[in-house]
T-cell receptor
Framework: DTGVSQDPRHKITKRGQNVTFRCDPISEHNRLYWYRQTLGQGPEFLTYFQNEAQLEKSRLLSDRFSAERPKGSFSTLEIQRTEQGDSAMYLC?????????????FGQGTRLTVV | AQSVAQPEDQVNVAEGNPLTVKCTYSVSGNPYLFWYVQYPNRGLQFLLKYITGDNLVKGSYGFEAEFNKSQTSFHLKKPSALVSDSALYFCAVRDGEGANNLFFGTGTRLTVIP
């Protein structure tokens, strides 16, 4: 399967712990996005990378959140000192270089539960 | 500021009947409009998009959508619904050239009744 891959699919953690998620985009896609989806809501934009550069961050991305894409390929999203409000589905998406008028391809997401 | 409204949380339709899932949007620039579908425990799957050109766009699985600039709408349609179309549908907008992120509606759950 050459789609967007996310790992892990599910993560249960205790409040206050740190978690890290990984996203492997489609290989020729240089644009990578992170979104968060809570129950009953549509996905909300968190951050955007073009190659290794993080070009845009949402106000939703608090100081406890950090995302990296060190070599312009896979990306990681880390949440420090998790809170119950962080429980959500974290979605990664990628798109090719002409990404403005092309669709984004989404992974299956990582479901985080903070207990 | 950009926004997307999906006024119906739930749409029920009988199998074989036409279906419509409504979407209206608000952007400051030219809208780039998308429909995605989400099945249980699956990621979002792209259905169709409007960037420019013909107002009626055709997409995957027999779906189509009509861009109406005056009504700022982009309703999703299908002439004959299948039970397998039952899923959660999201409308999304990108606020024109230069915008990087998609802004999603809250979703409409479509149930096709056999």
């Amino acid at each position: 399967d050459t789609g967007v891959s996310q790992d892990p699919r599910h993560k249960i953690t205790k409040r206050g712990q740190n978690v890290t998620f990984r996203c492997d985009p489609i290989s020729e896609h240089n644009r990578l996005y992170w979104y968060r989806q809570t129950l009953g809501q549509g996905p909300e934009f968190l951050t955007y990378f073009q190659n290794e550069a993080q070009l845009e961050k949402s106000r939703l991305l608090s100081d406890r959140f950090s995302a990296e894409r060190p070599k312009g390929s896979f990306s990681t999203l880390e949440i420090q000192r998790t809170e119950q409000g962080d429980s959500a589905m974290y979605l990664c998406a990628s798109s090719p270089p002409s990404g403005e008028n092309t669709e984004a391809f989404f992974g299956q997401g990582t479901r985080l539960t903070v207990v | 500021a950009q926004s997307v409204a999906q006024p119906e949380d739930q749409v029920n339709v009988a199998e074989g009947n036409p279906l419509t899932v409504k979407c209206t949007y608000s952007v400051s620039g030219n809208p780039y409009l998308f429909w995605y579908v989400q099945y249980p425990n699956r990621g979002l799957q792209f259905l169709l998009k409007y960037i420019t050109g013909d107002n009626l766009v055709k997409g995957s699985y027999g779906f189509e959508a009509e861009f109406n600039k005056s009504q700022t709408s982009f309703h999703l349609k299908k002439p004959s619904a299948l039970v397998s179309d039952s899923a959660l549908y999201f409308c999304a907008v990108r606020d024109g050239e230069g915008a990087n992120n998609l802004f999603f509606g809250t979703g409409t759950r479509l149930t096709v009744i056999p």
